[in-house]
């Protein structure tokens, strides 16, 4: 891997590794020990990765006027995602409302991340030069180990995950 593209496959490393997260989650039942655990560990990485691809990518790109109208879209997906799996974690793992709102989440965090892929990616490419390159590896993994033990797992309703 070139450093052109380093940041890029690792972001995209972690998103397969969310695709298998949603995969398996989605042929859990009930509420069950598996399905807890699942949903625990989607949560400390949705949320560290976000945090830590803020921090990384989306800070740098918010310095290049050509991809602000895309970063601040990202970011607020970021948001929408966080607040999601707090509404999922204040909701009966058993309930047909659950798998609903699970379904949900699971639709727009891989329209969110096939995106960013597809898209944005791509576009941010052209505008990042070394010294960019260079600070977002040394960032990125350094906050998503600090964010990913840091993420707030606590059930929230949706409409109290604002706050």
Known sequence: M???DEIFARLKQDHDKHRALLDRLLETHGDTAERQSLFEELTRELKGHAAAEEQALYSTMLRKPPTTDETRHSVAEHHEIEEALNDLAATDMASGAWLQKFK????DYRHHINEEEEDHFPDFEKYLDDKDREHMRGVF??????????ADVTPKKKEDAKE
């Open 2 to 4: 070139s450093k052109n």
């Open 104 to 107: 949900e989440l699971d639709h």
């Open 141 to 150: 993994e350094r906050r998503k180990r600090e964010e990913k033990s840091d």
